[in-house]
């Protein structure tokens, strides 16, 4: 199976179920697993035919900065389908984390999004 991971990326957004958690940025951290439509050794060393993950990272930064958001599963399964959708993924994986429980390292959330 051929994948491209992306992991760790810190985007800003405003989420949370209490308005007053809205109120300010929160920086999120997201995880993807996606799923390649061409075989790795089919690409002959082509961006074209490939994902192109700066240009995943940009598009998450700017969907996660475009409003509000109660969850973070809305986010996750928002993220989950631009991939597919804009990026002709079969499939992605998404996680997120959320750094606002002080007793916690974080919380978060997975979805898979597979082609509709």
Same mark, same amino acid.
């Given at each position: 199976? =051929?994948?491209?991971l992306? =992991? &760790?990326?810190?985007?800003? #957004?405003?989420i949370?179920?209490p308005?007053? /958690?809205?109120a300010?940025?929160?920086q %999120?951290e997201?995880? %993807?697993?996606?799923?390649s439509?061409?075989?790795f050794?089919?690409m =002959?060393d082509?961006i074209r035919? #490939?994902?192109?993950?700066a240009?995943v *990272?940009r598009?998450?930064e700017? %969907?996660?900065?475009?409003?509000?958001?109660?969850?973070?599963?809305? %986010?996750? $399964?928002?993220? &989950? *389908?631009?991939?597919v959708? &804009? $990026? &002709?993924?079969?499939?992605? /994986?998404v996680?997120?984390r959320? $750094?606002?429980?002080?007793? #916690?390292?974080?919380?978060?959330v997975? *979805?898979?999004?597979d082609?509709?």
């Amino acid at each position: 199976m =051929n994948e491209i991971l992306i =992991n &760790g990326l810190r985007v800003g #957004t405003r989420i949370g179920v209490p308005e007053e /958690e809205r109120a300010e940025v929160q920086q %999120l951290e997201i995880d %993807l697993r996606i799923g390649s439509a061409t075989a790795f050794e089919s690409m =002959n060393d082509d961006i074209r035919r #490939t994902i192109d993950y700066a240009e995943v *990272c940009r598009r998450l930064e700017e %969907l996660a900065a475009e409003r509000p958001r109660a969850l973070i599963e809305t %986010l996750a $399964f928002e993220a &989950g *389908c631009m991939v597919v959708d &804009g $990026f &002709g993924a079969p499939w992605v /994986e998404v996680e997120i984390r959320k $750094f606002i429980l002080p007793q #916690t390292r974080s919380v978060g959330v997975r *979805c898979r999004v597979d082609r509709r």
